[in-house]
């Protein structure tokens, strides 16, 4: 583990090692404007802590780190928790290692712990964490910034899915969570792109820890324990980009959506139990979804069926 004392200015890009050959634009050979000093009240900006987790990810991991070290921000901490990769990531956070405040590589139990163990060193007032495959657009601190500085305590904006080559799949559109039990009907989408979302670290006390019995929706969990007390804000902004590829957790969507929707089924569980009166709202819409998947899954299968049986009776 190494650390550095004290927040940074994030730095320019000349500071930072040269990009890979080939690689352009952001954050590759552009940087987002530094921020000046002070706001125009003449306040501080407030310290930002920004955490990623990573085990792996050697492809995507720099694109990450320049992501964030060149967002112009004047007082970032920035934590890189790597779970004892053997990809060439160590030296890829190697490279790096003068412009973070900690990071380390070693085993850990999880994506949830290794946020957690990052997090208990933060000192910033404003806490996210940025996955080691996704990436921030220019700007994307300032605004946070701005945002927390009225009342709001939680936000969050819109992301766009990239492939692993960096090339745009469509929008991942935030929007306003719902209040009581219908921010908990996941299957109808859940609208807070985990990229995008920024907290003041009151709120993370406040809420408690990541759990770290999860694996795919920690981040449902946390928001879902957080709106209890705290309205979360959309912001109509894009933050970042959310890449999606084959070993990712949403690569295969199709064939691991059964594995988080079971996850967040019991996260609902313990939140809403199904023995609660005022939870009963929420499971009869479940009941509602699972109703109608099965009535259109039988209704595709039956128009199939159909088809073969013409196709049958037209064969010679």
Known sequence: MTAIAGPRHC?????????????TGWPWTVETAPLPPLRPDGSAWPRVSVV?????????????????????????????????????????????????????????????????????????????????????????????????????????????????????LGPYPGKPLARGWRRMQYWKGWPVPQPTLFFEAQVFEDTGALDESLHYALDYDWVVRASRTVQPLCLPDTLALYRVHAVSKTGDWETRKPIFFAEMRAINRRHAPVRSPGSWALWLSWVGWVAARRVRRAGARALALMRDGVKMRRAP
Not at 11 to 23: F, K, N, Q, S, T
């Open 11 to 23: 730095p320019a890009l000349e500071e930072l090692p040269p990009p890979p050959p080939g690689r």
């Open 52 to 168: 990623t987790p990573s085990l792996n990810q050697g492809e995507y991991l720099e694109e990450t780190i320049r992501s964030v070290l060149l967002q112009g921000y004047p007082d970032l901490e920035y934590v890189v928790a790597d779970g004892g990769s053997r990809d060439g990531s160590v030296a890829i956070i190697e490279k790096y290692a003068s412009h973070l405040t900690h990071w380390w590589s070693r085993p850990d139990r999880g994506q949830s712990q290794a946020i957690n163990a990052a997090f208990a060193l933060c000192t910033g007032s404003v806490w996210g964490w940025l996955n080691s495959d996704d990436v921030y657009v220019p700007g994307t601190l300032h605004r946070i910034a701005e945002a927390l500085a009225g009342d709001s305590k939680l936000v969050y904006g819109s992301s766009r899915f990239i492939d692993a080559a960096g090339q745009p």
